[in-house]
């Protein structure tokens, strides 16, 4: 296996090529703002730093969030290009679940990433022998509405570093590492499960339809 | 034939998901999904939406145009995309779908302008573009007249809207006369059976006006002038005369385009107008056009309705002549720009080549 895995959902542009036991190259770089000029770029250096040609490539994994919409479409739509272009598989992977995997952590705990307008997303994860499994499903909302019991775990994302008072016990990694989410689509699909490509946005877009705003109106 | 560069274009500036395949000047495929319907419950373009759909309808299209075209990617020799002006977050979608397919395919990605686009699509239908041209373009989100040294290269803004779009006027007088979005359709129809009787004001036609904001156009006006007729007429309990006002709506716009870009013809010495933009669908447009471009003795040129709204043939077709007059690629790093320059027709690139070729040789 050669898999090219990259996350655009949280503030790190990252990718890694993965052969199936180790990493074989990588890149990440912070900043939340230009997915589309950093992306593709960062493709190409972490190809040339594992020495691998892009014809070589057997699959490619990506985030699929939840994360801030424009930029985790960027990842979205760049790997299944790829995937299409090269005629290989595209594997859909649970962000969160990638940073609860480099995490590491023993025990339960809560991944909460940043989701602007003074929201995170978040999930809670238990780690049994390195490996984190998610007890909830991601949601959306303010830090300070998680459960007290949640906030009280150990928190990784940068949840934690933008909502301290809700969110105490904050610690790293705070950003997705592409390595990480190579180890979990290659673990999901060992265990032989689907992969779907498919968004989570979690909000729906921000916009009245004319028949709600005309109620609005008539409400007012 | 065969050395002329196949490329395949992408657009996704708005609500159309588009992707065509050009040959040097020929056409092979112009394939779209649009995501006007989703739209319409909104009363305009909803930008997420905008978005969402074209994340989900890329790769559906880009294998759909192939598919129809008998293309195979490994046969393309460059990709284009329209990096700006548009929805920064629609863009962003188009463009890093290209940047893939030049990164799987190791073939040069040109970073093209959305406007340029409008105009490089005639040469596909109708040959090569003559040197200069006057282009009006005229659509929900522009109203520029252009002229035209060298589209791959070389574009003069003349003059532009002031305020809305033509398209955005004809959207919003079909809200106000209670017809259905996107307008620019409905209105035309509904023109048809109707007499064009109301004075409705020309924007920027005044003496005062032509010497400040000569090739200029202003529809703000316009369109509060048709929305205070009809409400006059609501207010004095009549019907209103949907057809009719539509006609004087039509007719009103329609006038002040095509002066204008007579004008700038016969004062710029330039013997050719093209008209492009989703607003070029529109009938009475292309007939007034083609009625006072005849008297004038300028040659027309508006491509079919189809590839006036936005479509990825047009920029397929700006890449097409990119490559052929030996542009240099826009490279991997360019950004989505939404308020891009007409001026910049293409991204220049900022570093280097890109490590494409190093990437193949493997």
Known sequence: MLMLALDTSTSAITVAVHDGETVLGDHTVLDARRHTELLAPGITTALAAAGVAVTDLTDIAVGVGPGPFTGLRVGLVTALTLGHTRGIAVHGVCSLDALAQGAGIEGDFLVATDARRKEVYWARYRGESGVPTRLSEPVVGRAADIPAEVRALPVVGRGALLYPEALPDGGEPLDVYAGDVALVAQRALEAGEALPVEPMYLRRPDALTTAERQAAVERA | MTDEPLVLGIETSCDETGVGIVRGETLLVDAIASSVDEHARFGGVVPEVASRAHLEAMVPTIERACATA???????????????????????VGVASAKALGIGLGVPVYGVNHLASHVAVDIVEHGPLPEPTMALLVSG?????????????????????????????????????????????????????????????????????????????????????????????QAAGEDVPVADVAASFQEAVTDVLTRKAILACQEQGVGHLQIGGGVAANTRLRAMAQERCDRAGIQLRVPRPGLCTDNGAMVASLGAQMMAKGRVPSGLDFPADSSMPVTDVHNEPAGPASAHDALHAG
């Open chain 2, 70 to 92: 008998g293309v195979a990617l490994t046969d393309l020799d460059g990709i284009a995309v329209t990096s700006g002006p548009g929805l920064a977050g629609a863009l962003m």
């Open chain 2, 141 to 233: 989100g522009h109203s520029s007249l252009l002229l035209v040294p060298d589209v791959t290269d070389d574009i003069r803004p003349l003059g532009s809207t002031i305020d809305d779009a033509a398209g955005e006027a004809f959207d919003k007088v079909a809200r106000v006369l209670g017809l259905p979005f996107p307008g620019g359709p409905h209105i035309d129809r509904a023109a048809r059976d109707g007499a064009i009787e109301i004075d409705f004001p020309r924007g920027l036609t005044s003496g005062r006006d032509m010497e400040r904001h000569r090739y200029d156009f202003s529809f703000s006006g316009l369109k509060t002038a048709v929305s205070r007729w009809v409400q006059a007429r």
